[in-house]
């Protein structure tokens, strides 16, 4: 089931072909999951996503690759995004997370969202002392 | 604003004491945030949340304490809570984020959240590459 | 702060007026909140809106007035409407709602956002025993 | 599909068995649903897990347990965990939840995420009146 | 997998019976989709739902119909509801979306998501230039 | 309040000025709102974001551009964004919105929500006439 029927033979297209050649080459893997096959609808974004994707995700930055990961499985799992859960869960423990990072990162996710609902519950005044403006 | 009044001398409710007091002892700090003074309204609450907070956030784990941070500001922007950003952002810069690993940390967290709409629009399909119960 | 500006003089609407006559006598009380008084910028939005509310909120049911106030905040937390949050706590105060069983709602709420991110974040396949079609 | 393997023997680690009969004992059953099982990957989280649970759903309180179980379908209903969604309005119905309460509490829940999104949309100021720290 | 039995035979309820009659004749088509057959439970919530679709989504008003379905399937993608995400993203094809504006809608869906959590993560204040009761 | 400090004088960095003078030229106006002004404390994060949104948002599309704009209140309200659903609704007005439009958008994204939440509730099976991929 889906909303966008899969486009038979995406690679005659050759601006697909030049995004499916780049994630290969960049993972090291021949495998396109099924995220970028469906993108493949419309070239344009498959692109432009992809980009930002490798920008972020596969560029080295100020965070090191497990910690973007583990970020990102979190955010999956706020926002009820299935095949996301999946697909970054697998990320993460293809860039090493142990089970007991994972166990600890559920045990972190879960407490942010019991606490979030707490405080937005009581409708807590913010602390001065977290304004950064006061520097 | 709040929908709990905030309880006028909270201390002296020994268990409150005793809860403000672990606080205090564990971040080496006068300063008790107004979520624990708001939460005061029912001892046991206070005390089970405080309970986990520590056991989680301020006890050596799998994951290092920074990394913990940053996947709770995450949940806590996607859960749209203020109060939490506020309160946990501080708590990263206390343990040391710097202001590139922020713009890293909020780069993520808009990739995440734009391609979890992205999956979700199209229903995709999830890989059996992803199932862990395959292995 | 608002994104409609609200009506000076809303009740020289008769359609507007009529609305705000039924919630004074449904409530028992001459206050009008200020939601009430922003939709009046929409004379059918504001009537809609209010006949609904009525409908399952102020009409006997098989839930009681209590426990339909009690879900009605839960829902105005997970979906961080503090405005609602704020309404719908009071209401459940004016009808009896106990700082006990305040606290005892906070619990279940943050339990259960708890444990809906661990359900997520594990993609926990669903057990046949609990599919109604089953009979 | 899941993102963590089901352990094979989970009963053979003596933490995960206290667990799982303690589980039976409180619901009067020999069925173990899959959060559990698949929780059982770390002992540790599905020990602190399910002492939650059972402290908060499982042991009387200031609200009844039909009560806790419709807030709990609530909350899992907006945070869209489809197991969280099957699993407890099974344990509704087990508390007796009628199918008019049933449908209740959908309205319930419908209209309380209907009046938060035009609130959040219109952005409306909060009452004086509603602050309890007015009190 | 259902939280609610499907009726055998809904159409002997006359109520029910009349409320498909209508659904068949405003959509021109004998398919009555499996969201109306399982509110068929409740003839009451499926009349009162379906009165209300019908009056937004299937007579005029200020919005096109094409417009008011791209508006239904972001908000549904947003709530992570997969069955709504399907059913509106069909009714949209149905009214003439392209695959060029289905593309789009998705540009925007997930740009917006990305920086709603951006000014979330920043706790941005919001200009008084917005303020509509400046005006 | 703000977790990120609006930096002094942004302009003095050339590439800040750079997107500033473009969100001015773009939308013919001297006024640069808040979020630009604290995204400034990462220039790349600010011309990045920009250049996404001056992309989709201010460049002509398959969509016209109020379609795009009630799109993406729509999200900014399901994901409760204070700042985005203020300073996009101001937006949409600019490109023409009218009251009654306005009206409307709250119709269908209220309508949209509470579906939403009755499908997710339900957990109802998705019509294999809804399926793409069937074609």
């Known amino acids: 089931m889906t909303t966008v029927a899969p486009v038979p033979d995406p690679e005659s297209d050759p601006r697909v072909k030049a995004v ?4 290969r080459r960049t993972r090291g893997s021949d495998f396109v999951n099924l995220l970028w096959r469906h993108l493949a609808f419309d070239a344009d974004l498959l692109s432009s996503t992809w980009a930002e994707v490798k920008a972020v995700m596969a560029t080295p930055s100020a965070l090191d690759p497990l910690t973007k990961e583990l970020v990102y ?11 996301c859960v999946h ?6 423990r293809a860039k090493g997370m142990t089970a007991a990072q994972h166990a600890d990162l559920l045990r972190v996710v879960a407490l942010a969202a019991k606490t979030n609902q707490i405080a937005t519950a009581l409708q807590v005044p913010i602390d001065r002392e977290f304004d950064a403006a006061q520097g």
Chains 1, 2, 3, 4, 5, 6 share one sequence.
């Open 20 to 23: 499916f050649d780049d994630i």
């Open 73 to 83: 499985v979190a955010v999956s799992v706020v926002n009820g995004c299935g095949y």
């Open 87 to 92: 697909s970054h869960t697998a990320a993460a």
